[in-house]
DNA sequence: TGTACATCAGTGAACGCGCGTTCACTGATGTAC
DNA sequence: TGTACATCAGTGAACGCGCGTTCACTGATGTAC
């Protein structure tokens, strides 16, 4: 995709080699799994000698915190982006920003797989860690905007973890893929199915049964 | 915890390697995680030559197939032991089984890391399916007891879906860990929120709606 | 516009390591008679 | 109860491999003047 020198001109320097070692990160987890990115696989597939990713991540760990956080930033604007383009009331828009999580997981499976991974990360953790707060806050946001004023920090919290896990666990099923094994052939059914839950449960909150919004 | 050989004393023969690799599997993910997994690093710990694994699983990916074999065995017992310690109403019970399952998680961690692995056991995925199936299949029970004789089975396994999603996506961000950077300190007030959603979802069925059961 | 020079980005050889797997072997066990 | 023998379970040496990392190096780039 990155084609490396200006013009298309081979030259000495790649032009941005970092975006291609991500991209080889990305390209080998989907054709071979995780285990067989290396650093070595990844200079080979981005057409550099083994030891130019080092200039740039230092280390292996570097080069898989770096896909993370490039995972979750696109997993953040991915999000906003489905609550902002969501027609309607703060519960649509929640259930649009569910159905954009699932989507992630599938349509960008190499990303998923490693953002929550923290093992993979070493000493880079922080980096990861906070770009994924990010990913949580704009869940979170939305939640309060589904309770309103009435609910307590506490209770968004909880329903937001809620709703998280059952986005995340379905999101975890279908890339992990014991669902099509089992008989569930739709990801779009399930999905649904996830979400009417998640929905029923933010009904089932005090705040929401005091004060509903839509 | 397998001493190996008859009355404590060394012998040629371990005794029950099989289950002392096993183990050693376990104790190796919980000091240093999964990717210090070797055969040559189970057998250290089970003191035995790094030759010897191959003469009970093959190779690499036997061994793991077995120790997540092994863990979704636990499991199902686990759910079903969960299941008939509960009183009172389907409901209850199904809320059991769903604390149990969150539970197994974070108290079995080096078992859940590998049982939703497919990636780990290479060719050997059917023994490790077909184990799991069975841990599904009570859930699926259990849902239907709750939906009771009016319920399709579609619903039943649109609800199953839903609820394992959401116990699922719990156990996987805890064991996975971002929670606690995140301000959830307390796994199991995460429970409740999470058994809540389900229950609220359960509710909100139609064949729920016409029949409730409890 | 030229020139000197510092810095940056990639090279290629080399290292030591632990891994999975294979192999001929040998000690231990169990069974047939 | 004893003996022969097949089978089982573990040994230890050896193999080839790809890995991450380090290193001195060199070509390319950009900046000061």
């Given at each position: 995709?990155?084609?490396?020198?200006?013009?298309?001109?081979?030259?000495?320097?790649?032009?941005?080699?970092?975006?291609?070692?991500?991209?080889?990160?990305?390209?080998?987890?989907?054709?071979?799994?995780?285990?067989?990115?290396?650093?070595?696989?990844?200079?080979?597939?981005?057409?550099?000698?083994?030891?130019?990713?080092?200039?740039?991540?230092?280390?292996?760990?570097?080069?898989?915190?770096?896909?993370?956080?490039?995972?979750?930033?696109?997993?953040?604007?991915?999000?906003?982006?489905?609550?902002?383009?969501?027609?309607?009331?703060?519960?649509?828009?929640?259930?649009?920003?569910?159905?954009?999580?699932?989507?992630?997981?599938?349509?960008?499976?190499?990303?998923?797989?490693?953002?929550?991974?923290?093992?993979?990360?070493?000493?880079?953790?922080?980096?990861?860690?906070?770009?994924?707060?990010?990913?949580?806050?704009?869940?979170?946001?939305?939640?309060?905007?589904?309770l309103?004023?009435?609910?307590?920090?506490?209770?968004?919290?909880?329903?937001?973890?809620a709703?998280?896990?059952?986005?995340?666990?379905?999101?975890?099923?279908?890339?992990?893929?014991?669902l099509?094994?089992?008989?569930?052939?739709?990801?779009?059914?399930?999905?649904?199915?996830?979400?009417?839950?998640?929905?029923?449960?933010?009904?089932?909150?005090?705040?929401?049964?005091e004060?509903?919004?839509?």
């Amino acid at each position: 995709m990155m084609d490396g020198a200006r013009n298309g001109t081979r030259s000495y320097h790649h032009g941005d080699l970092p975006a291609a070692l991500l991209d080889a990160v990305a390209a080998l987890i989907r054709e071979g799994g995780l285990e067989t990115v290396t650093l070595r696989a990844a200079a080979r597939r981005a057409g550099v000698s083994h030891a130019a990713p080092a200039h740039h991540f230092g280390d292996k760990a570097g080069l898989l915190a770096a896909f993370a956080a490039q995972g979750f930033a696109a997993f953040t604007a991915t999000l906003e982006a489905a609550r902002d383009a969501a027609p309607g009331t703060p519960v649509e828009r929640l259930r649009a920003m569910g159905r954009a999580y699932i989507a992630f997981a599938t349509e960008h499976r190499p990303w998923f797989e490693v953002m929550f991974r923290p093992e993979l990360v070493g000493s880079h953790q922080e980096v990861v860690t906070a770009t994924g707060g990010d990913a949580f806050g704009v869940l979170v946001e939305q939640v309060a905007a589904c309770l309103g004023a009435h609910a307590t920090e506490r209770e968004v919290l909880r329903v937001a973890l809620a709703t998280w896990s059952g986005v995340h666990g379905l999101a975890t099923l279908l890339v992990d893929g014991p669902l099509e094994e089992l008989g569930f052939a739709d990801p779009e059914e399930a999905t649904e199915a996830v979400l009417g839950m998640v929905l029923a449960g933010l009904r089932a909150q005090p705040s929401w049964q005091e004060h509903p919004i839509a």
